[in-house]
């Protein structure tokens, strides 16, 4: 299972889909609800399949949740954490079209409660990768 953790704006879902393609994506926006959340993680790894979690995951306690689902099931874990600029991430999402976009304060609060992921919470690999660019 992997846990992507960013900022709107930061890339996260263009990274889920490059890197990860051959994943189960888990999207809470896509899914719009965390019942409809768990079931398919839950049956994801009943089904054996790998898991992209593709929300902004930005504190601890956000992602505790994907960390009892992995050590529930026996499955390791990884964190990958986009550092993205705030006006990266803002200009961003300016450019985003209809549902994609959120409104500015949106990026701005994920920005300001954002918890960098660590290994202490439970992760078996921390990754980061800093976003400098300010186009997808």
Sequence with gaps: MIVITGIPGSGK????RR???TYKRINLDKVKSRSRE???ILKALN???N???D?????KKARKRYLDFAKSFGVPIRSVYLRCP????LKRNESRKGEEQVPSFVVKF???KLEMPSLDEGFDSCETIDIHEEAH
Excluded: M, Q
């Design 13 to 16: 879902s263009t990274l889920a």
């Design 19 to 21: 890197r990860f393609g």
């Design 38 to 40: 768990e079931n398919e």
């Design 47 to 49: 089904n054996n399949e």
């Design 51 to 53: 898991i992209v979690v």
């Design 55 to 59: 929300n902004t995951n930005t504190t």
């Design 86 to 89: 705030l006006d990266v991430a």
């Design 110 to 112: 994920y920005n300001r």
